[in-house]
């Protein structure tokens, strides 16, 4: 496609059911990240895939959270046992990175919101 | 841990004001990205600078990267209600993912 692309946009469930977000990255960029944001607030990393890598996890919050990346496009995230505190909107972006001018391409994210 | 902390958080102005928004980190960044985030998109990259000093024009826009490459500004000449939404920098660091900033909301009245 165009852009990237992300679904569902809106996911409302229960607190403890176990949710998937998926990504639709722009086709041939090697790095995918996911990123959560609070409500009008900054972005806080959550996971980075770049090419066959193993990918970055140390902004996972808790072992709740987990993400892959299929044949180096498709990703998803998965956050098990919802909590409250997982409300936000999840947003990811694809990158093809070339030394300091990395530019990122972000979906329009998924609002998430835990009852 | 790399930290971005933005001032103001928060800024309401009138059409045809100037504004200048801060970027600053006691880390050093390999190069420092201005994005604009409208309500219900994802942000969409602005400007990029990489070296100690830069500055860069985007028509009202004027971006500058500090010397010690650890901060950066962004200042808008004659704000248009067009220029309102939530501007993030974010700092890059070799092969780690973007770290974001805490994001300043700006609001032009017309």
């Known amino acids: 496609g165009a852009g990237v692309s992300q679904s569902p946009s809106n996911k409302v469930t229960e607190k403890g059911k176990d949710v998937e977000l998926r990504c639709d990255p722009i086709s041939g960029h090697t790095a995918l990240y996911w990123y959560r944001q609070s409500l009008g607030q900054g972005l806080e990393f959550l996971i980075y895939f770049q090419g066959n890598s193993a990918p970055d996890k140390s902004g996972l919050p808790s072992d709740r959270f987990s993400a892959e990346r299929t044949g180096g496009s498709v990703s998803t995230l998965t956050i098990q046992r919802t909590q409250q505190e997982d409300s936000a909107v999840y947003l990811c972006?694809?990158?093809?990175?070339?030394?300091?001018?990395?530019?990122?391409?972000f979906g329009s994210g998924t609002q998430l919101s835990v009852l | 841990t790399q930290l971005l902390e933005q001032s103001p958080q928060f800024l309401s102005i009138q059409e045809g004001e100037n504004l200048t928004v801060y970027c600053n980190s006691s880390?050093?960044?390999?190069?420092l990205q201005w994005y604009r985030q409208e309500p219900g998109e994802g942000p969409v990259l602005l400007v990029t600078v990489v070296t100690g000093g830069e500055v860069k024009k985007l028509k009202r826009l004027t971006f500058q990267f500090g010397d010690a490459r650890k901060d950066s500004s962004l200042h808008i000449t004659a704000a248009q209600p067009g220029d309102t939404g939530l501007y993030l920098c974010?700092?890059?660091?070799?092969?780690?993912?973007?770290?974001f900033g805490s994001g300043t909301r700006l609001q032009v009245q017309p």
């Open positions: 972006a694809s990158s093809n990175p070339t030394g300091n001018n990395e530019k990122l391409f």
């Open positions: 974010a700092g890059g660091a070799g092969r780690r993912a973007l770290t």
């Open positions: 880390s050093v960044f390999s190069s």
